[in-house]
């Protein structure tokens, strides 16, 4: 192979001219002789056993070109990506000419990354939200552990706003009954919304074992067009009415749900989680705006190719959550009434952000000149089968040694941005109050 010319087209296109000798070439005439011979009639020879000469003067000596040059193209390819050392972002576009049994010239026409331009990457400013924790985060954070821990009591009155009852129904229109519209021993949590609007409100009052309708008119919009508008009356008959019965918030309910022997206990310890939880949320946003700034300082022609691959990525990766929970992506899709082509619009902009910042922390580790170690690649390797619970070598078969160099290289050109930082001004005391005081009023 003889990288013959490299030239730059127009948005991050690059044509390559490849030579491959008369040496290559044969080799690969001689595997596509053998491919194809025993599929090849020929007078005077038995299935498979005809010469390689014959059948070219029989069929002409470029019998075989195509086989050959598909076979060797693609390494010869490879050879000149490397030598050249583009990147290439998508599968090249390969037109083959002046082919002989001396050898062939093909070009190879393939996007590759932009040229990136960043600069004032260090010294961003940028400000850190204050994290503070009240008495109602942790007032709320203990009335949602109440409410985890609450129980369904079944109770001998009639139905009230907030119970839970078990009933039968069954619903009619026009004196008919009709698909969908009939249970037993059904479970609805009365103020859920869950039924047509006027439903659940007539529950309220009724008892166990007495039956009663409920009158009711399907919304115009709704989903069986044959309903959609109409009156219905649903037979109903309750079989079982329950309460939430919540726990008394006390010593007790701490030692219950904690390991700690008082209330008191519980709320010091609540308050420090939620600390840390804020703090944590407030240092991603505070790395959010950081890369934010830096992109403000980013220049590329971005190739379509690339954004349309993160969506891939990215869709391939909601679809694989999906799946965590038994729903594949065309159930959510028909679930959604989405085509694939609105779904993936929806991380359209999300997908072109994610290759701004990698294109951009790449450039910025080639500036710094960063580099990573054996010592820090083998270290990554470890903590991530550490991580995944399987051997290292397991992970260094699923994880190209390259690959994590990339992203080990942007992880440190990360680190510089916010090492280099710098905090913004201080608000003088009064302005500081003031802003303060805004803030208690919004909340």
Do not use: W
Not at 252 to 276: G, H, N, P, W, Y
Not at 291 to 306: C, G, Q, W
């Amino acid at each position: 192979m003889q990288l013959k010319g490299i030239e730059k087209k127009e948005k991050n296109q690059v044509e390559l001219t490849i030579e491959v000798g008369k040496e290559e070439f044969e080799k690969a005439m001689e595997q596509a002789y053998r491919k194809n011979v025993g599929h090849m009639r020929v007078p005077g020879f038995r299935k498979g056993k005809a010469p390689r000469k014959i059948i070219e003067k029989l069929y002409g000596e470029g019998v075989f070109f195509e086989d050959a040059v598909n076979m060797c193209y693609p390494e010869a390819y490879d050879k000149a990506v490397e030598e050249s050392k583009i990147q290439p972002v998508d599968h090249p576009q390969i037109m083959v000419d002046d082919i002989s049994p001396e050898g062939f010239t093909f070009k190879a026409t393939v996007t590759v990354k932009p040229e990136v331009k960043i600069e004032g990457y260090k010294g961003l400013t940028v400000e850190k939200g204050r994290v503070s924790v009240t008495e109602k985060d942790v007032k709320e954070e203990l009335n949602r552990m109440v409410d985890r821990n609450a129980r369904l009591v079944t109770v001998e009155r009639e139905v009230k706003d907030g119970d839970t009852v078990v009933f039968d129904f069954e619903g009619f229109v026009d004196d008919k009954s009709f698909e969908g519209g009939k249970a037993e021993n059904y479970t609805l949590g009365i103020g859920s919304g869950m039924f047509i609007p006027g439903f659940e409100s007539q529950m309220v009052g009724k008892k166990v074992d007495e039956p009663f309708d409920v009158n009711v008119t399907f919304p115009e919009e709704y989903q069986a067009k044959e309903l959609a508008g109409k009156p219905a009356v649903f037979k109903c008959l309750i079989h079982e009415v329950k309460e939430t019965q919540k726990p008394e918030l006390d010593d007790e309910f701490a030692k219950d749900v904690s390991e700690f022997d008082t209330l008191d206990e519980l709320k010091a310890d609540l308050k420090t989680k939620i600390r840390e939880q804020k703090e944590k949320a407030a240092e991603n946003e505070y790395d959010e705006k950081l890369i934010d700034a830096m992109l403000e300082h980013f220049e590329a022609d971005i190739p379509e190719v690339m954004i349309e691959a993160q969506i891939d990525r990215i869709v391939e990766d909601f679809g694989y959550r999906l799946s965590m929970q038994g729903v594949t992506l065309d159930m959510y899709l028909k679930m959604n009434d989405m085509s694939m082509e609105s779904f993936r619009k929806l991380f359209r902009e999300q997908g072109e952000k994610q290759v701004k910042v990698r294109l951009a922390l790449e450039e910025i580790a080639k500036l710094e000149n960063m580099e990573v170690s054996e010592e820090e690649l083998e270290k990554e390797f470890a903590s991530l089968a550490e991580q995944n619970k399987i051997d290292v070598e397991r992970v260094k078969q699923l994880l190209p040694a390259q690959s994590l160099k990339d992203d080990l290289l942007t992880q440190k050109a990360v680190e510089l941005i916010k090492s280099t930082a710098k905090k913004p001004a201080k608000k003088t005391a009064k302005k500081a109050e003031k802003t303060e005081e805004k803030e208690e009023e919004s909340k």
